[in-house]
């Protein structure tokens, strides 16, 4: 059965006792705990049966682990007499395992084929492995046709809307929403075809009546409790729990809880609001009800909005309460304080099947091996591991993995790092001990050989200890990349910060004693001004291009393996095409075009902020070319968008064009690119453009490069 299936299932299950709990629970404290708290700790329940949370050692865990070894047991036990009659068939002849193993894989195809139930159990195992289907698509259609049936609702009830524009009504409206703290405008609509007081709208609410004709003091009650309704975000609650119902379709136990929470949260509106208008005033809200309830019938509502009185059934009840009312004692509190730390605890001790209990039984269905010893099992494990790499399947390696012993682990490891499958040896390292000898070893490895990401996934096995030895050694040599995850990882940002405005200086006092001065964003070489200045470590932690398009010369720095500036040359034109592409041609006169190369020089750029780099008039044919670069930040965007789309200053328009977007799909992994290039044409209409550059998610920092724009056909 597929593993998520399981889960989901242990969830559904888990979810059950709860709500049996709930119930029996609710059927003895009814009357002396609050209705309000009765509402809302159906939401714990609701979290059990969406989310896979609980304790490491837990109820669930221990019954599915029963059951696999049940079925491992059962599994061996016919296995071995498969095996046994096979023996018995060829003479009873005294034959080692390895000579039965084979006698049993030639005679599999003619044993199947011989046994009368194999068809079968083909068709109950076809139906066992793929019954997710099955579930999906209940589910799938049980949501389409709630959301169809509201939607149909809605347009119903707008179809005979008529907004209310009495003054005077308008005003005890917002004198109400003031005392209620709704600070959000609700409108006020009347329609005679519905059969009570509700209210819909998610984001713009609004309160619907059947009639404009009541009395002062029962329109204050109903739209008291509407706005009660709409303030506690009721229709988001009803809508999560219909989900719920959705996903657990096979459960009965899940229509009744959601047939109790849309009663309760009636009861709950009915005591805060009573809570709000005082003990004095219950019998008049008793009246409202009983006037509302009387025009039940016209037309039924539905789950997706939340009404003055859900049906006639629940009146009798409701009006038993109202007249009860009282607010709760200290003590009431405590204990209902109690009870929900006692479900949180109760519901994380039931817990859910864990992914990492999957077990032999399931290798063992999945390929159908003849005999189970020891032999055999370390030949399924190799099997299982290696197809569950080929096929890209994470959570089936990632236990596969954690049954190998550490020698096998070291194999494994040394090959996802020469295959670079980060996501592999990512799930893998989490399997290892903190500190343990493979973490030291491959640190060590990706250490010496500069492999950044994967060493950045070790330091999550790493003690703090360990942590502080390798930003010891990485701050001695020098290796800034190293350090920034170290200090990350120790929670030492404003140490990253200093060091890194302590680099910067190092790297002034470098250029300059091999002749390379900087004034402000203009690099000098020998007194000369520099056109292009690249300067690339061979680890990629450190990246600088820099293109003034007043400079008359092109230099490169080169640098050895430890980053130490080797030598400064001047770049040849092949270098210089080669990097820019063939948007620089010195031996070009461009006589019937003109190239223009906006330099990128900014230290920082704050996350959402955008730079507008200037306007241009773009025709068709006009070439484009992005070379922009950022050492830090996740996430980067270059482009154009219509000069006329933009309205205000604050406001990014929502369609760019020619626009590249660039994610760091690590922290600090590499250097952030948006190199591209382009030519203007249909669909794109010729016209004004404005070149941006901005920040996506979070700051960007020293970013550099050039855009360049060759207009064609230049009059």
């Given at each position: 059965m597929n593993t998520v299936l399981k889960i989901f299932l242990s969830m559904s299950f888990s979810g059950t006792l709860l709500i049996l709990m709930l119930f029996l629970e609710k059927r003895f404290l009814k009357d002396k705990i609050s209705r309000q708290w009765q509402y809302y700790i159906w939401l714990i329940i609701i979290m059990r049966l969406l989310l896979p949370?609980?304790?490491?050692?837990?109820?669930?865990?221990?019954?599915?682990?029963?059951?696999?070894?049940?079925?491992?047991?059962?599994?061996?036990?016919?296995?071995?007499?498969?095996?046994?009659?096979?023996?018995?068939?060829?003479?009873?002849?005294?034959?080692?395992?390895?000579?039965?193993?084979?006698?049993?894989?030639?005679?599999?195809?003619?044993?199947?084929?011989?046994?009368?139930?194999?068809?079968?159990?083909d068709i109950v195992s076809l139906l066992i492995n793929h019954i997710w289907l099955i579930w999906l698509m209940v589910m799938l259609g049980m949501l389409i046709r709630k959301v169809t049936i509201y939607q149909s609702f809605i347009r119903y009830v707008n179809a005979g809307l008529?907004?209310?524009?009495?003054?005077?009504?308008?005003?005890q409206l917002s004198v109400i929403e003031e005392q209620a703290g709704i600070k959000r405008q609700v409108e006020l609509c009347i329609n005679p075809l519905i059969s009570s007081p509700l209210l819909i709208g998610f984001f713009h609410p609004c309160i619907v009546l059947p009639s404009s004709d009541i009395s002062e003091k029962d329109f204050r009650h109903i739209v008291l409790h509407e706005l009660t309704h709409y303030k506690r975000g009721d229709m988001f609650y009803k809508w999560l729990v219909q989900i719920t119902v959705c996903l657990h379709w096979f459960n009965p136990l899940v229509y009744l809880m959601s047939r109790e929470i849309t009663k309760e949260c009636e009861f709950s509106c009915d005591e805060a609001v009573l809570v709000k208008i005082g003990d004095n005033h219950v019998q008049d809200y008793g009246k409202t009800l009983l006037?509302?309830?009387?025009?039940?019938?016209?037309?039924?509502?539905?789950?997706?909005?939340?009404?003055?009185?859900?049906?006639?059934?629940?009146?009798?009840e409701r009006l038993g309460a109202i007249m009860s009312f009282k607010k709760k004692s200290r003590k009431v509190i405590i204990l209902t304080s109690a009870l929900t730390v006692c479900i949180i605890f109760i519901t994380f001790f039931i817990g859910v099947y864990p992914v990492e209990a999957t077990t032999y039984a399931s290798f063992i269905e999945e390929n159908k091996l003849s005999v189970i010893d020891e032999k055999r099992e370390e030949d399924i494990s190799f099997v299982q591991i290696e197809r569950y790499y080929e096929d890209g399947s994470l959570p089936l390696f990632q236990v596969a993995f954690s049954r190998l012993d550490e020698e096998a682990q070291s194999t494994w490891l040394n090959r996802i790092y020469e295959d670079e499958k980060i996501a592999f040896f990512s799930i893998s390292v989490n399997q290892l001990k903190e500190d343990s000898s493979l973490i030291q070893l491959f640190a060590e490895k990706t250490y010496t050989e500069r492999s950044i990401s994967f060493f950045s996934v070790l330091t999550?096995?790493?003690?703090?200890?360990?942590?502080?030895?390798?930003?010891?050694?990485?701050?001695?040599?020098?290796?800034?990349?190293?350090?920034?995850?170290?200090?990350?990882?120790?929670d030492r940002d404003d140490e990253l910060d200093d060091l890194e405005k302590q680099l910067e200086a190092q790297q002034l006092e470098e250029y300059q004693s091999y002749g390379v001065t900087n004034e402000g964003k203009a690099y000098y070489y020998k007194g000369q001004l520099v056109?292009?200045?690249?300067?690339?470590?061979?680890?990629?932690?450190?990246?600088?291009?820099?293109?003034?398009?007043?400079?008359?010369?092109?230099?490169?720095?080169?640098?050895?393996?430890?980053?130490?500036?080797?030598?400064?040359?001047?770049?040849?034109?092949?270098?210089?095409?080669?990097?820019?592409?063939?948007?620089?041609?010195?031996d070009d006169e461009l006589e019937d075009s003109e190239l223009e190369v906006i330099p990128i020089h900014f230290?920082?750029?704050?996350?959402?902020?955008?730079?507008?780099?200037?306007?241009?008039?773009?025709?068709?044919?006009?070439?484009?070319?992005?070379?922009?670069?950022?050492?830090?930040g996740s996430g980067m965007e270059v482009g154009f968008v219509k000069a006329e789309d933009i309205k205000a200053e604050d406001q990014f328009p929502d369609t760019t064009y020619y626009s590249v977007c660039n994610y760091r799909k690590h922290p600090i992994d590499g250097i952030q690119k948006c190199i591209s290039d382009f030519t203007f044409g249909s669909p794109v209409k010729p016209g004004t453009y404005k070149l941006f550059l901005r920040a996506i998610n979070e700051t960007l920092r020293n970013v550099k490069g050039s855009i360049s724009i060759e207009c064609i056909n230049v009059s």
């Open positions: 949370f609980g304790a490491e050692v837990n109820l669930m865990g221990k019954i599915y682990q029963t059951m696999d070894q049940v079925i491992i047991q059962d599994t061996s036990f016919v296995k071995q007499k498969k095996s046994d009659k096979i023996s018995d068939g060829i003479g009873g002849l005294d034959v080692n395992l390895e000579q039965n193993n084979q006698k049993m894989d030639n005679s599999s195809d003619s044993s199947e084929i011989l046994t009368p139930d194999q068809p079968f159990q008529t907004p209310v524009s009495d003054i005077e009504i308008l005003d006037d509302a309830m009387a025009a039940v019938g016209k037309y039924k509502e539905t789950f997706g909005v939340v009404t003055l009185s859900e049906n006639k059934q629940l009146l009798k999550d096995r790493m003690s703090e200890e360990a942590l502080e030895i390798w930003l010891d050694r990485a701050l001695e040599d020098r290796q800034i990349n190293f350090q920034s995850i170290l200090f990350k990882k120790l056109h292009i200045f690249l300067d690339i470590r061979k680890d990629s932690s450190f990246y600088t291009l820099d293109i003034n398009p007043q400079g008359i010369v092109n230099i490169k720095i080169t640098r050895n393996e430890v980053g130490e500036i080797k030598s400064v040359n001047y770049m040849t034109e092949e270098e210089v095409e080669e990097l820019l592409g063939s948007m620089y041609d010195p230290e920082t750029i704050e996350s959402g902020e955008v730079i507008w780099l200037g306007e241009y008039t773009l025709c068709d044919g006009d070439k484009i070319w992005y070379d922009v670069l950022a050492e830090t």
